[in-house]
């Protein structure tokens, strides 16, 4: 029995989980039940009969029997092991189960720990726009002199276009409970982030402010692509999921809720945030 064997025996708990060509009984045993067994450790002159202990099995051992009865105590839990499986166990003693425990609370603790320090996962969704681009070169056509640099976008566009999936579901690694509101100004930063893949690979580019209510996707036909495409590739970080999240990087930018547009500046960019 390995460290393996104990995710096997958690997806079917029961009267017994098998393992290989053994069966590992989990059976809890009261302490009446122990005695009636009659399944007490070796007397100390009889240490010839007891059999070394797989610390590995012990723990494999403990998280079944846990995982099927997360209320039994310390001392039902000894019981149990020993009354089910006196022979594989006959060297158990004492020290060594509560060591043995004491391991496997702390693997326990540290598990949990580890998913409150996860990223939470959200869904949200983008869509409600067919991203015809009418909007956005409309306001394009009116920017002021000087500001050629600036890319607008269509703001809730889905990366499937076809129209028959209007509302794409995205998910969010992003554990933060508030967001930074737009400046006085109106301007806000946006993050972008290019599929991992390499260079030459043109997808479609997600974009988004930190509360993600404006939400789009950059398709490589759209005027300004390749200019918010080559910002991220130079200055770019990986993001929280590293080599398989692609890179990000930040923009400021401003809403034209009228207009429905995102107006993104490709060229004074916006520091590294931590969404």
Request: aromatic fraction near 6%; hydrophobic fraction near 35%.
């Amino acid at each position: 029995l390995d460290l393996a064997g104990v995710w096997a025996m958690c997806e079917a708990p029961g009267d017994a989980q098998q393992h290989g060509d053994a069966t590992l009984s989990v059976q809890p045993v009261s302490a009446a039940g122990a005695s009636e067994e009659k399944v007490p450790l070796p007397a100390s002159g009889d240490m010839a009969e007891r059999k070394p202990v797989d610390k590995e099995a012990l723990m494999a051992v403990i998280q079944a029997i846990k995982f099927s009865h997360p209320e039994i105590t310390n001392a039902g839990l000894l019981r149990t092991i020993r009354a089910n499986h006196p022979d594989e166990f006959s060297g158990l003693s004492d020290s060594l189960f509560k060591s043995t425990l004491k391991k496997w609370n702390a693997k326990q603790d540290e598990l949990a720990k580890a998913a409150q320090q996860a990223p939470a996962v959200k869904l949200f969704t983008v869509g409600g726009n067919t991203g015809d681009g009418t909007a956005a070169s409309a306001v394009a056509a009116q920017l002021p002199e000087g500001m050629g640099y600036w890319v607008v976008l269509e703001d809730g566009v889905p990366m499937d276009r076809s129209g028959t999936k209007p509302h794409q579901a995205l998910i969010s690694y992003v554990n933060k409970k508030s967001s930074k509101k737009a400046s006085k100004d109106g301007r806000e930063v946006f993050k972008v982030q290019v599929a991992e893949g390499g260079a030459d690979l043109r997808h479609p580019m997600l974009l988004y402010n930190q509360d993600r209510k404006h939400k789009t996707f950059i398709h490589p036909e759209v005027p300004g692509y390749d200019r918010i495409r080559s910002v991220v590739l130079e200055e770019g970080r990986e993001g929280k999921l590293k080599d398989s999240g692609g890179l990000k990087a930040f923009f400021n930018g401003t809403v034209d809720k009228k207009a429905g547009v995102l107006l993104i500046d490709t060229e004074n960019t916006a520091p590294q945030q931590g969404w």
